[in-house]
T-cell receptor
Framework: EDQVTQSPEALRLQEGESSSLNCSYT??????LFWYRQDPGKGPEFLFT???AGEEKEKERLKATLTKKESFLHITAPKPEDSATYLC?????????????FGAGTRLAVHP | ETGVTQSPTHLIKTRGQQVTLRCSSQ?????VSWYQQALGQGPQFIFQ???????GRGNFPPRFSGLQFPNYSSELNVNALELDDSALYLC?????????????FGPGTRLLVL
């Protein structure tokens, strides 16, 4: 069964304290891995798409990497405004169509 | 270029009632997907519409139904509401349904069933 697991569930960091979020997946026919940021009560905001093992993408303090079994979202010198839930999703071919399968997310809190 | 919009923002219904949620896709996008997000969970795929036809469905009962209109806006209808239907309902649109397409989400509709 296609599955996405994110860890940790919650992470508390001090401003400037770098860390990584993990997304492990089990899926047949991976057609892309996505990272989204979600603020409370709002819709997910697109961050990155990764398609093949070894691929990396960067945006400001965030860097996403992909292996055959997992993806990491590295946060370098985070600021309080980086506090949000970070969602990982994989696109899989199932029943003849593409669908996104999401993990439960990692709630990140960055304190000054 | 406007993003994905949804209406209403919040809604309160009672068990057994019916509800219709609306989504306007981003300009030029012909594919709309709907998701249910329970508190503390990731979004779960309900179904997808491509050029006015259902293009895939997740593990949701038939009382969850939808439509897509010629302008690619979409509706999600839920009949016989249950308490467990309380959630944030998200709409996402993309240029097309292919492998290279990114889904962009709207702000969601928060539904509370009492």
């Amino acid at each position: 069964e296609d599955q996405v697991t994110q860890s940790p569930e919650a992470l508390r960091l001090q401003e400037g304290e770098s860390s990584s979020l993990n997304c492990s997946y089990t899926v047949s026919g991976l057609r892309g891995l996505f990272w989204y940021r979600q603020d409370p009560g709002k819709g997910p905001e697109f961050l990155f798409t990764l398609y093949s093992a070894g691929e990396e993408k960067e945006k400001e303090r965030l860097k996403a990497t992909l292996t055959k079994k997992e993806s990491f979202l590295h946060i370098t010198a985070p600021k309080p405004e980086d506090s949000a839930t970070y969602l990982c999703a994989v696109r899989a071919l199932s029943g003849g169509y593409n669908k996104l399968i999401f993990g439960a997310g990692t709630r990140l809190a960055v304190h000054p | 270029e406007t993003g994905v919009t949804q209406s209403p923002t919040h809604l309160i219904k009672t068990r057994g009632q019916q509800v219709t949620l609306r989504c306007s896709s981003q300009s030029g996008h012909n594919t709309v997907s709907w998701y249910q997000q329970a508190l503390g969970q990731g979004p779960q795929f309900i179904f997808q519409y491509y050029r006015e036809e259902e293009n895939g469905r997740g593990n949701f009962p038939p009382r969850f139904s939808g439509l897509q209109f010629p302008n690619y806006s979409s509706e999600l209808n839920v009949n016989a509401l249950e308490l467990d239907d309380s959630a944030l309902y998200l709409c996402a649109s993309s240029w097309d349904r292919g492998d290279q397409e990114t889904q962009y989400f709207g702000p969601g509709t928060r539904l509370l069933v009492l």
